[in-house]
């Protein structure tokens, strides 16, 4: 006999059981199939998570014992030359007392296999090792179901929930969004290094709970539009570095060389001296942001998270935005479900849920985004390096008039890049993020 859910769920990350939770305790009976062989064992992020957005699937993360790493109190951004780089950095006391984990990291191991108990605490069932191969559609085209790797592993569904992330065989398979072409698409490498305690608390200048992230840009990219991170685990270092894969393909590079160059670099070099590595791991991130959106519902399907191409490249929001779908995914199925109706119609109001949140909002706002940085690769390559130049020239007390060090600067920006493209990278830079 075929096992029927009202809910099927493809993929246990954060999308997928921000759903099984608000579903689960909805009564409705969720069942989550992941093919890792523990929920959060394939699943790599930089490791920065976001309170609010979990808060509102489990007010009560704090009390449930969350595996949080450190709390984030400072966040540092870091424009790189070769040789070094300019650092900007905010700390607020509010962020270790008022606003407390509004933002803190996490491994996504540990994390995504406590998330998923407890979403079997309220009621879903949570099914690893498992593949969805493919989904089943009824006589009039309505997705009914999924086929799944195991021996008798066919199962009946009222709905479909893709959570399946960004390298999805099934998205190809079922045609729902098309595939992944390489500008739309970054490939990221991550080390997690590790270090005493106390070490990145004196490295870092924090204490014992509260952490750093350091978000890096410029030359560490080798050209290539992407960026780095830096983030601070208890007992750990997140070294995270990627780029578009169309940039890849073009520059040769390897993704393990980008990151041993990265961890070469003088500013990082001192962060993560003496450091053990641990982990290395490489993953896709969505990169084509609002324009390149695909349709997220159908007749007996929704799909969210970074399956459907949510994901803010500008502010590191992916796991936020997953969440988020995941929950609005399931209030449309909770309201379907009154309705008695799956069918297109009644799941388009997804759509409208997303457009009241921040999810939309934001990817519509920085639509033009993942053009500028493909468009401008000065950022990565020209820029830092005459940044780099600028300041070391004005900082180094030589006897030389200012003036004339300014005379010099000028010059050999105007021999590096003309005038006109200095203003036209401003202009698309302010109209990407207006
Ligand atoms: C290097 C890197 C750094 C990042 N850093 C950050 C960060 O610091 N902060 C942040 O917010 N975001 C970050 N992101 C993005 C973030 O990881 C994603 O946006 C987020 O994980 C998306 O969640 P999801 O649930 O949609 O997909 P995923 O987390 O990818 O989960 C999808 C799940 O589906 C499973 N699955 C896939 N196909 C099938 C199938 N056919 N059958 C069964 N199971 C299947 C997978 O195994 C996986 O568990 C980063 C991403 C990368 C790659």
Redesign the pocket.
Known sequence: MIRKFEVVI???????ISAACILAENGVDTLV????EF?GA?????????GNDLASILPDFEQRKAPIERNIVDSRIWYLSDQGGYSLSYKDEVFEDKRKYNVFTVGRAKF?RWFAKQAEEKGALVVSN????DLHRDENGKVCGVKTDRPEGELEADVVLL????N???AAKTGFRTDNEPEQVAL?V?EIIELPRDLINERFNVEESDGVTIEILGSVTAGMNGVGALYTNKDSLSL?I?ANVADFRESKKKPYELIEDFKKHPMVAKLIQGGTSWEYMA???PEGGFKHIPKLYGDGYLI????GML?NALH???????MISGKRAAETILESRRSGSYREDSLSAYVDKLWDSFVFKDLKKYKKFPEFMQKHSEIFNVLPELGGYAAREMLSVDSVPKKTKQRAIWKEIKSRIPRWKLFKLAWDAWRSVK
């Not at 493809?10 to 997928?16: E, K, M, N, S």
């Not at 959570?163 to 960004?166: F, H, N, S, T, V």
């Not at 969210?304 to 399956?307: E, F, I, N, R, Y």
Request: glycine letters at 22%; hydrophobic letters at 35%; aromatic letters at 6%.
């Open positions: 493809v993929g246990a990350g954060p999308a997928g199939l992941e093919r890792g929920p394939k699943n790599i992020s930089g490791g920065v998570l976001y995504d498992t593949v969805v191969e959570a399946d992330g960004i999805s065989p099934l990221g991550k995270v990627g993953h896709w991130l969210a998270g970074d399956s994901f590191r929001e992916g796991s936020n935005m997953a």
